[in-house]
């Protein structure tokens, strides 16, 4: 059970929270169409990281969908305020989204950065095993999250063990990638850290949000932070993704023009 099934909303708490879910589907579903019609501007090897990043957008749509389509069926207008139907919210559809979403992001920057061979396939396995434990242990925790019994603290614990490890190997990744790359694009890779490492963290002060903030406004503040966090990791961090990419296939000689099929005028008018 959530925390959200717990309280009545007034006129602009409700309004607010699903004018965010709107705005949560419709970025995932505008980001969907730049990278699909980007792809080609990057040479062949990086353009599987836009295909991923079409991926995340494909299943970060569909999971907001259906998370703000419950939040419209678990609430409705008592004559005063917004009160619980007994159809339940539920926060849990995030997490199964992010078993999909969480491995791609991860598997995008190994791409992009350029890793490859041995190394690509042990920060692949390290990142899917560590990513999916981050990700089930935390799911495990808020079930207990109303009565924040000891499961809520045993799990999120468990799960932060998990999101430390990929923490450090991001930032391995990163630092340990950035020196092979052209000059041009080091502050952009050192960016990918940055970003990455903001926008994660507000997953977890998410799930904290009940035991700081356990009222109506604190329900508002979740939803937002969860969006602002869905915004940023999937769809800015995939556009930073594609410049570098992009960026990096100009710096081999990768023509954007031929690449995208643009018909160039040839002499004469
Ligand atoms: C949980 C449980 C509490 C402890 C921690 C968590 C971390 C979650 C993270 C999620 C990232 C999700 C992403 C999704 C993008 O599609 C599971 C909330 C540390 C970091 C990036």
Do not use: C
């Amino acid at each position: 059970m959530n925390v959200e099934n717990t309280f009545t909303f007034d006129f602009f708490q409700y309004t607010i929270v699903s004018h965010v879910f709107t705005f949560g589907y419709a970025a995932m579903a505008a980001g969907l169409v730049y990278f699909v019609l980007t792809s080609k501007n990057s040479l062949p090897r990086y353009q599987l990281s836009s295909t991923l990043s079409a991926v995340v957008m494909l299943s970060a749509f569909l999971e907001l969908l259906v998370i703000s389509q419950k939040w419209d069926s678990a609430f409705s207008w008592d004559g005063e305020a917004f009160s619980p139907t007994g159809t339940l919210f539920s926060n849990g559809y995030r997490y199964m989204n992010w078993t999909i979403d969480v491995p791609v992001l991860l598997l995008q920057m190994l791409i992009v950065l350029g890793v490859t061979g041995a190394a690509f396939r042990r920060g692949w396995i390290v990142f899917t095993v560590a990513g999916l434990g981050m990700i089930y242990t935390g799911y495990a925790g808020q079930f207990y999250e109303v009565e924040r019994s000891a499961p809520f603290w045993i799990w999120g614990s468990i799960s932060t063990v998990f999101f430390l490890v990929i923490l450090v190997l991001v930032y391995r990744t990163v630092y340990g990638n950035v020196g092979r790359l052209p000059a041009e694009v080091r502050p952009l890779v050192k960016a990918v850290w940055w970003l990455l490492l903001v926008s994660w963290m507000l997953y977890p002060g998410a799930y904290l949000m009940p035991a700081i903030w356990d009222s109506a406004d604190g329900v508002v503040a979740r939803q937002i932070t969860y969006t602002i966090a869905d915004v940023t990791s999937k769809v800015v961090y995939g556009i930073l993704l594609a410049v570098i990419a992009r960026k990096v296939s100009k710096h081999e000689g990768h023509d954007e023009a031929v690449a995208s099929d643009v018909t160039m005028p040839r002499g004469g008018i």
